[in-house]
T-cell receptor, first 108, second 115 residues
Framework: RKEVEQDPGPFNVPEGATVAFNCTYS??????FFWYRQDCRKEPKLLMS???SGNEDGRFTAQLNRASQYISLLIRDSKLSDSATYLC?????????FGAGTTVTVRA | GAGVSQSPRYKVAKRGQDVALRCDPI?????LFWYQQALGQGPEFLTY????????KSGLPSDRFFAERPEGSVSTLKIQRTQQEDSAVYLC?????????????FGPGTRLTVT
């Protein structure tokens, strides 16, 4: 069983829509949680850290449920530029464990 | 400012050849990581350096893989006697801090194809 599991999608949504997806992780000792974004054939880039209390960054909202060991990401008012693969990432030290990613395509 | 750079960006190797992949981290970053990303998968951890010390090589898939960072800056990942299953994108990342899951900045990767 992989340490981080994600629905691969793809999620195809029109511009302006809200899209949400989540991931689950298996290591209850995980301490740090992130969402990274990866565009096609590009490197991963940090989108946002995820905190237990939930946090927002503009149109993006992340939630963490430690009891159920899942992390969610919600994108409001989707833009064409949001089309990418979103990688769920957990860590309990310096090492990052990545999910396989959820692909989101925003159409005009 | 300059980000993490990697070279070559693309490498085609015949099975059995040795390859060397280079990573130039962001200046001053203490931590350096190598990851392997297969098609359709997320990056998988290979090894971790804190300055010149290789503190974790638990992710290296076999003894054909070797990494070094002799002066605490540039790092090289070497793969000996390449096999087809080594075909992947090799990503290097650096971070300012040591020993914590601080933000990691990734390079563009080296796409290795073994024929």
């Amino acid at each position: 069983r992989k340490e981080v599991e994600q629905d691969p999608g793809p999620f195809n949504v029109p511009e302006g829509a809200t899209v949400a997806f989540n991931c689950t992780y298996s290591n209850s000792a995980s301490q740090s949680f992130f969402w990274y974004r990866q565009d096609c054939r590009k490197e991963p880039k940090l989108l946002m850290s995820v905190y237990s209390s939930g946090n927002e960054d503009g149109r993006f909202t992340a939630q963490l449920n430690r009891a159920s060991q899942y992390i969610s990401l919600l994108i409001r008012d989707s833009k064409l530029s949001d089309s990418a693969t979103y990688l769920c990432v957990v860590s309990n030290d310096y090492k990052l464990s990545f999910g396989a990613g959820t692909t989101v395509t925003v159409r005009a | 400012g300059a980000g993490v750079s990697q070279s070559p960006r693309y490498k085609v190797a015949k099975r059995g050849q040795d390859v060397a992949l280079r990573c130039d981290p962001i200046s001053g970053h203490v931590s350096l990581f190598w990851y392997q990303q297969a098609l359709g998968q997320g990056p998988e951890f290979l090894t971790y350096f804190q300055n010149e010390a290789q503190l974790d090589k638990s992710g290296l898939p076999s003894d054909r893989f070797f990494a070094e960072r002799p002066e605490g800056s540039v790092s090289t990942l070497k793969i000996q006697r390449t096999q087809q299953e080594d075909s992947a994108v090799y990503l290097c990342a650096s971070s300012l801090e040591a020993g914590v899951a601080y933000e990691q900045y990734f390079g563009p990767g080296t796409r290795l194809t073994v024929t």
